[in-house]
């Protein structure tokens, strides 16, 4: 059941990110293919906000939901998940890349059994790295809830399989994490003079979310993460949300561009430290910003008839207000680079999970996706 909206609080919830009823029944991920997947080698935890996010806010007190139509109209069962996508989101395109069924959102009633050998996602819409970002949406998962969860999950699958067994899976396990953008879009820059931007000015409130990011990725490391792939914020400024509301001369909104420009390449380095430190590459950089950016200025060369309007919206670049069952809705998704004000539309999700599988350096440091499972596959 969905939370109703106070008048007064719509324009807050809208803020949803990126760089951006309750689960129906049997309304996980399927292969569209009838052909067998190859069994699984290794199980998926996905970490963070609205962009990997595959339920886990249906099930809680919370206005960061994507739990109505017309979301989740080109999902395979056609209808809402908790998905903020029109169709599949990254973790269900990466979990495809490892020939396995997309995990399930932690709080699924679900997730049970062998489904735990999968893996697990843990993600929330509205989330930050910081404990204040999105106080907006009320009860939603913050970043060290979801860290507590992991350890919790180890050891319901430790009463299951065992401590040792446990600790090889999730040694042997492909991690997502994908937040920060919220940080900017519904804390520093949510409303003029925020609390944050007043304790910080701007380059200062950048090296402090890389401070407190660090120390989740160290927590994550202890918790028995070696493979983590961590992506930056995409252009925050470009989103059609944005572009309706902070938007200047009709292009992206230049604080936000540089608030972005700021963070992707300090997080880059202190990833780069992290591996250094622990003699071994842990963490992979994805570049989710350059990736964005492909399709945001020249969004025909990948197929896109527009990356500034919203598939599912109202106003200007249909990038006001919430996509509800009321709201402008294009016919064809595919032609869309985002699908509403914030998240990129599924075929978007397809060209990023693309770059993260065989992309070059400039998209992923030190090492594409193929090339980790390649380098992980076990010796015949």
């Not at 998926?44 to 886990?56: A, C, I, P, T």
């Not at 995990?103 to 204040?132: E, T």
């Not at 075929?347 to 996706?369: C, D, F, R």
Request: net charge positive.
């Amino acid at each position: 059941m969905t939370l109703p909206f106070p008048s007064s609080f719509v324009p807050l919830v809208i803020i949803l990110l990126v760089v951006v009823g309750v689960i129906f029944p049997g309304a996980e991920a399927k292969s569209k293919s009838s052909k067998p997947k190859p069994k699984p080698s290794r199980a998926f935890f996905v970490f963070g906000d609205s962009l990997v996010d595959s339920g886990n806010n249906n099930y809680l007190a919370t206005t960061a939901r994507a739990d109505s139509p017309p979301y989740g109209i080109d999902y395979p069962t056609r209808r809402p998940t908790g998905r903020f996508s029109n169709g599949l989101n990254i973790p269900d395109l990466i979990s495809q890349q490892l020939g396995a069924e997309s995990v399930l959102p932690y709080l699924s009633p679900q997730l049970r059994g062998n489904k735990l050998l999968l893996g697990a996602n843990f993600a929330s819409a509205g989330i930050g790295i910081l404990n204040d970002t999105g106080t907006q949406f009320l009860n939603i998962i913050r970043m060290y809830r979801q860290l507590d969860y992991f350890e919790e999950y180890q050891h319901r699958l430790a009463s299951q399989i065992g401590v040792t067994k446990t600790k090889a899976l999730v040694d042997k396990a492909l991690v997502l994490i994908t937040v920060g953008g919220n940080d900017f879009v519904n804390n520093y820059y949510l409303v003029p003079y925020s609390a944050r931007s007043r304790q910080y000015s701007l380059p200062d409130y950048v090296k402090f979310l890389i401070i407190e990011f660090r120390k989740l990725l160290q927590r994550l490391y202890d918790l028995g993460a070696r493979r983590v792939i961590v992506t930056g914020t995409g252009p925050l400024g470009c989103v059609p949300a944005e572009l309706a509301m902070r938007g200047t001369n009709g292009g992206c909104s230049a604080e936000l561009q540089r608030a972005a420009a700021l963070y992707n390449p300090q997080l880059l380095h202190m990833i780069q430290a992290l591996n250094k430190k622990f003699g071994r590459e842990v963490f992979v950089a994805a570049n989710t910003g350059q990736m964005h950016n492909d399709f945001i200025t020249n969004p025909k060369a990948y197929g896109f008839t527009t990356s500034e309007i919203a598939c599912c919206g109202q106003g200007p670049y249909n990038g006001i207000g919430l996509c509800t069952p009321l709201s402008n809705l294009c016919p064809h998704r595919n032609l869309y680079a985002f699908w509403d004000p914030f998240h990129p539309s599924e075929k978007a999700n397809k060209l990023i999970v693309e770059a993260i599988m065989s992309g070059s350096k400039m998209y992923m440091n030190p090492m594409n996706l193929s090339t980790i499972l390649a380098l992980d596959a076990p010796s015949t």
